[in-house]
């Protein structure tokens, strides 16, 4: 059986530059829910994320697919990576605060972890990780506050939606790690991105109707950095994480998200930085060291047989 994969120092740069990218999205989708409706949202986000990726992929001389299973493959992953969660969230945004969907949303390292231990053979679930996911999810919601803990209620649809998006985008990794791993990263990206369109615009024509262009600068803005900065450069860097440490682990970036939101918040907006986020942020580090593995094995080397 193939080692279990694991985060090393390439891949936790990546999670990390992932994250601060995806930390702004739910601030960027607030601007945009102002004048437009979530699904035709999710709708401009993959088709305006794809020129960037085509064009990228054109320049490698990358050529597309000529297998239908491929394609076939492309449509699932974009139903389940984008139309799908992006559509639950944005929709979850008209009902709850952006702050409560980060939370909830973090909830997608737990189940990326079970999904992918039941799923795969080489993340096989074990008591270390589910308890380094779960120590990661009580940093989020410490970073957050437990204010946005309190208002939590189950029968509350807006917020199951967030946590069905988390399951989407758990089952949309090993998705594609099963049947996507021999394609590039940048015609991965691309292809699936195709396939959400494909998705998208009936759905969207047929729940919003036409959509509107007259919006306002700050609109188009938001949309064009959700398209290109949180979507079209974010998923050259999905695959990539996704080779190497696994499906599993690609969820944690769920973990990282909450915290850089509130750190661009102070950064840029001069909001205060309260103890409850540092105490987060720490326990956090800790549910990542536990998932990875390597500081226990620091700390409690195993003895070498002697002969």
């Known amino acids: ?16 530059v992932l994250a601060i990218i995806w930390g702004g999205s739910f601030f960027l989708a607030a601007i945009a829910l102002r004048e437009m409706p979530p699904i035709t949202i999710t709708l ?10 085509a064009l990228f992929t054109w320049i490698k001389g990358l050529a597309l ?10 449509l699932v992953m974009g139903a389940l990576n984008n139309a799908i969660p992006f559509s639950l969230i944005f929709w979850s945004q008209t009902q709850i605060t952006s702050g409560l969907a980060s939370i909830l949303n973090g909830a997608t390292s737990i189940t990326g972890v079970i999904v992918a231990g039941l799923l795969l053979g080489d993340e096989r679930l074990s008591a270390r990780k589910l308890t380094g996911v779960i120590i990661g999810f009580s940093g989020v919601a410490l970073t957050i506050g437990p204010d946005a803990l309190r208002s939590f209620d189950i029968r509350s649809l807006a917020q199951l939606a967030v946590l069905l998006a988390g399951l989407s ?3 949309a990794g090993v998705w594609a790690k099963l049947r996507l791993a021999r394609q590039s990263p940048e015609m991965n990206a691309l292809g699936m991105l195709l396939g959400s ?3 998208m615009i009936p759905t969207a024509l047929w729940m919003d109707g036409l959509p509107s262009f007259n919006l306002m600068m700050s609109t188009w803005s938001a949309l064009l950095a959700l398209s290109v900065l949180c979507t079209s450069v974010p998923y050259l860097l999905y695959f990539k994480i996704l080779k190497r440490a696994g499906s599993g682990n690609l969820m944690l970036v769920t973990l990282l998200i909450p915290p850089v939101a509130i750190g ?3 950064t840029f907006l001069g909001e205060p930085l309260q103890a409850a986020a540092l105490v987060g942020f720490a326990v956090i580090a800790l549910g990542l060291a536990v998932v990875d593995g390597r500081l226990w094995e620091l700390l409690h080397p195993r003895r070498r047989s002697t002969r």
């Open 1 to 16: 059986m193939a080692p279990a994969p694991k985060i090393d120092l390439t891949s936790a740069i990546l999670l990390t």
């Open 44 to 53: 401009f986000r993959v088709v305006l994320a794809l020129p960037a990726l």
């Open 65 to 74: 697919p000529r297998s239908l299973t491929i394609w076939g493959a492309y």
């Open 169 to 171: 985008y758990s089952l």
């Open 197 to 199: 369109s494909v998705l």
């Open 264 to 266: 661009l918040g102070i």
